[in-house]
């Protein structure tokens, strides 16, 4: 085996792509409402969005904790690592390139499970509750958004049933201008703590560390990585979240704003990471249900949830690979 240290220097340039990919990946879910109902223009919801990613990066540690020592039990190579990264950054790619919503979370976690499973760790390298738990959050947060986003959408209706659609959209679209900022920070706050803790796994492994705590400069890396991937911006994905799912209306996308933002905050607080794609298109789903249930494209959603249900069996398939190629080059 090679001296630990290429490892890792290889194990924080690939957490750094991967938030890089995830910023402009996931971070169009962030803005995808309010540029789709003109609340701002692509150009301004990118830079503002590329600003509050980074500082919601800075804000917490703790999903970082849960992704680099809830998932595997002991000790863990710096190849399986590696071979995690690649198998999540491979499927990124492919699904950003389709403008196919998918979640990197979900990628992550997979590509970590397939490269432990491949490696002599086997299945008894997994912490099976860790796991458990992170999966639960996965799985359960687009429902929460899907319910409370139903929810939010009927208490608006109900409130303003007498005011005109017009000016109800005016004053919606100014306001739609901030929850967008809170779904960013938000984001930020969750899905850039995920390298972050990729990195520290790596750091603790090899022994630059003493204990699992993330470093400042890794805090700063992760959130410019994602800041820099957010600023080019996600057309593709854009487009599907904020247009196929339901059209939108502003006071629609602020309702699947606010109700995202709070879900993704929440999540982050109590140190779990969630997938910020799952929530929004979830929202979505609820607040187009609000105003009535044939209004949502349903098959365009079940695409969607395929794509949910898949990215973890393929992304540890992609790991699995990955490691089988990072160890026939450097065993």
């Known amino acids: 085996m090679l001296d630990i240290h290429p490892f890792i220097i290889i194990v924080v340039v690939l957490a750094l792509v991967f938030d890089f990919i995830n910023g402009f990946h996931d971070t169009a879910n962030a803005i995808a409402t309010s540029v789709s109902t003109r609340a701002i223009s692509p150009s301004k919801a990118i830079m ?22 809830d998932i595997v039990v002991g000790h863990i190579e710096q190849p399986i690592i590696i071979a995690s990264l690649v198998g999540a950054i491979i499927w990124n790619l492919l699904t950003w390139k389709i403008g196919l919503p998918s979640s990197s979370s979900h990628a992550l976690v997979g590509g970590m499970i397939g ?14 509750a860790g796991i458990g738990k992170i999966v639960i959050a996965l799985v359960t947060s687009p429902l929460l958004g899907m319910v409370m986003g139903y929810i939010i ?10 005011s005109s659609p017009s000016k109800l959209n005016h004053r919606f679209k100014k306001m739609q ?24 796994l790596a750091l603790f492994s090899g022994g630059v560390i003493s204990e699992f705590e993330v470093p400042t400069i890794v805090k700063i890396l992760a959130a410019t990585a994602m800041a820099v991937g957010t600023s080019l911006g996600g057309w593709s994905i854009i487009k599907t979240v904020g247009g196929k799912i339901f059209k939108l209306e502003p006071v629609n996308g602020f309702a699947a704003d606010l109700n995202s933002s709070i879900t993704i905050f929440t ?31 349903w098959g365009v959603a079940q695409q969607m949830v395929m794509a949910w249900v898949l990215t973890i069996p393929c992304t540890a398939a992609m790991g699995a690979l990955s490691y089988v190629a990072v160890m026939a080059v450097f065993g």
């Not at 959408?153 to 049933?161: P, Y």
């Open 177 to 200: 201008i901030v929850t967008a900022a809170t779904m960013a920070f938000s984001h930020g706050s969750n899905d850039a703590q995920k390298s972050m803790g990729i990195i520290t």
């Open 115 to 128: 490269g432990v499973l491949m490696s002599d760790m086997g299945l008894a390298g997994l912490n099976f």
């Open 267 to 297: 999540a982050t607080m109590l140190h779990l990471p969630v997938s910020t794609t799952h929530v929004v298109s979830g929202s979505i789903m609820g607040v187009g249900a609000a105003k009535r249930i044939h209004a949502v494209r």
């Open 153 to 162: 959408m009927t208490v608006l209706f109900r409130v303003f049933e007498n």
């Open 48 to 69: 503002m969005a590329a600003v509050l990613n980074f500082l919601g990066a800075m804000i917490s540690t703790g999903v970082a904790k849960t992704i680099g020592g």
